[in-house]
């Protein structure tokens, strides 16, 4: 997260850098232009027009990289603050067990346990029952979004995040969003044990985004997956495609010490 902010402050300074110079151009005198001949002087203007209309450019452009960068660390804030619930609540579980122990009582499966998750996770809710609690779209693709992820942080409430961001997807196919809405179906399917969902749609992240920052992490729970399936060669050949692919990310580093250990 500190990652993507650094980049969103450079972002900024980079804009600023950009519009200083649109500053001074728009406050000079046309009396700069000179007094040479008419040829002369229209060619002067030209240029300062083009200049303008150069620098115009590159504030626009500017301003929407902003925009996608702003977009990728709102998604990174949403989820490390899902990841933050998960681990309360599974702080949570473990405080009842050593009550349940301390108690002479036996202690039952946490339900924040992950590792039962692909033989215990209960049948999928046919349609009716899912879109029946999931929230009607509002024709607002980031009031829809954040729609979707109240729904993810409401851990009984899974099958309808999964509806409201497959729903999100279809309607807005050009939204910024569709990487962290595709890897939070990959997300939610995997915690249900539906690996072969899960893998997907962080494929589908993979593939159509591969510049987004959820990609690294998206490829390398693919090779979590193929893992988990008993898939070892896959899960290796996974691994080092996100080593090489985007060295450096936590997604990488993640996969070096899965390589390390298998």
């Not at 702003?70 to 050593?98: A, P, T």
């Not at 979004?145 to 196919?173: C, E, G, H, M, T």
């Not at 997956?225 to 290796?236: L, N, P, R």
Request: cysteine-free; charged content about 20%; overall charge neutral.
């Amino acid at each position: 997260m500190s990652s993507n902010f650094r980049h969103h402050l450079l972002s900024l300074s980079l804009l600023v850098g950009i519009a200083a110079p649109w500053a001074a151009f728009a406050q000079a005198p046309i009396s700069s232009v000179g007094s040479g001949s008419v040829e002369d002087r229209v060619t002067q203007l030209e240029r300062i027009s083009n200049a303008h209309s150069q620098l115009l450019t590159q504030l626009q452009q500017q301003l929407s990289d902003n925009q996608s960068d702003i977009d990728s660390l709102r998604g990174q804030i949403q989820e490390n603050q899902y990841q933050l619930n998960q681990v309360m609540e599974r702080q949570k579980q473990i405080m009842l067990q050593l009550g349940s122990l301390n108690n002479g009582g036996a202690a039952q499966p946490a339900a924040g346990d992950q590792s039962g998750a692909a033989t215990t996770a209960s049948p999928a809710p046919d349609a009716g029952t899912a879109t029946s609690g999931a929230p009607v779209q509002s024709g607002d693709a980031n009031t829809d979004y954040n729609a979707a992820i109240a729904l993810v942080q409401d851990k009984s409430r899974q099958d309808d995040a999964i509806v409201a961001f497959q729903n999100f997807i279809k309607k807005y196919p050009d939204s910024t969003y569709q990487p962290n809405a595709n890897y939070w179906l990959g997300q939610l399917n995997y915690n249900k044990g539906k690996k072969d969902d899960a893998a997907y749609y962080f494929a589908s992240v993979v593939k159509n985004y591969p510049k987004s920052p959820k990609a690294a992490d998206a490829m390398y729970k693919v090779g979590v997956i193929m893992q988990d399936k008993g898939d070892t060669a896959k899960a290796k050949a996974v691994y080092q495609q996100v080593i090489n692919k985007y060295p450096g990310t936590d997604g990488a580093k993640q996969a070096q010490k899965r390589l390390n250990a298998m």
